[in-house]
Nanobody, 124 residues
Framework: QVQLVESGGGSVQAGGSLRLSCAASGYTSYCMGWFRQTPGKEREGVAAITTDGRTIYAGSVKGRFTISQDNAKNTLYLQMNSLKPEDTAMYYC????????????????????WGQGTQVTVSS
């Protein structure tokens, strides 16, 4: 059983930065992703990393967000820079099977395990 616990959310002004962390336990080899959701909208993929370290980003965050992982600490990160009010959302980390296809990495449906989420609020 995989357990994921996010942290690092908070409130920040536009242009600021935050780093989200996701502590993982109970897994061996999974694709990992960050997703976000606002009330009334579907959950959307933000960034994902494959088991061999390839990364993919949503167009809206490319160049501003960086996904990384520390395998020794079993921790996934999302460094968010140049934050905008439209980045305000609940952010979730997720773990999916290692064979998840490239074009499925940013789709929530392929992921099996989810954290409880951490809120990010960006004010203008």
């Amino acid at each position: 059983q995989v357990q994921l616990v996010e942290s690092g959310g908070g409130s920040v002004q536009a242009g600021g930065s935050l780093r989200l962390s996701c502590a993982a336990s109970g897994y061996t080899s999974y694709c990992m992703g960050w997703f976000r959701q606002t009330p009334g909208k579907e959950r959307e993929g933000v960034a994902a990393i494959t088991t061999d370290g390839r990364t993919i980003y949503a167009g809206s965050v490319k160049g501003r967000f960086t996904i990384s992982q520390d395998n020794a600490k079993n921790t996934l990160y999302l460094q968010m820079n140049s934050l905008k009010p439209e980045d305000t959302a609940m952010y979730y980390c997720a773990a999916g099977p290692s064979y998840l296809g490239w074009w499925s990495l940013l789709r929530p449906v392929g992921y099996d395990y989810w954290g409880q989420g951490t809120q990010v609020t960006v004010s203008s």
